[in-house]
């Protein structure tokens, strides 16, 4: 994963600024990393941490008809429903398929932070389905954002320079 830093660098910098912002994170996956939506729900707000809540919601669990979008009309319709109800903003963090139907969403919003699986897609980082240690990369990188979150809340992390 060393080799790949200066692809993840920009990436992180960014999700964990928009945090800092207010702004809030809502969570998307494909079915296959469900589980990792999950995880992250479930560890990013650890009272443990004492640090404070952090704004991060699947939203599958706020919109439970996201499957069933399809058009340009209908992704503008929750588009407008999530800027009414996010007034700081939000961005989406998709973990999945480069060609899920959810990615339709994903890509709309350049500040998206988007971890792709066997496709390149600008501004995201990559990874292979068919990686047998592909879990345990995606834990670490989510340790290693968590931790750049603690540090940047803190202040034992300047993100401006």
Known sequence: MEEYRYEWAPLVKSAASQVLEGKTVLVVTD???KWFGKYILNSINNLRKNRP???????????PNLQNLTSTQELQLLEDMLDISYPNGYYIWYIGKGDHSYTKLA??????????M?????????????DPLLDIKLLQLYK???MTLSEALFGD????S
């Open 144 to 146: 290693l954002f968590d």
């Open 107 to 116: 890509y709309r919003n350049e500040d998206s932070f988007l971890w792709v």
């Open 157 to 160: 992390l300047d993100l401006e």
């Open 31 to 33: 079915e296959s990393h």
């Open 53 to 63: 809540l952090l704004p991060f919601y699947q939203l599958i669990d706020i919109f």
């Open 118 to 130: 066997d496709e390149e897609v600008q501004n995201s980082f990559a990874f292979r389905s068919s």
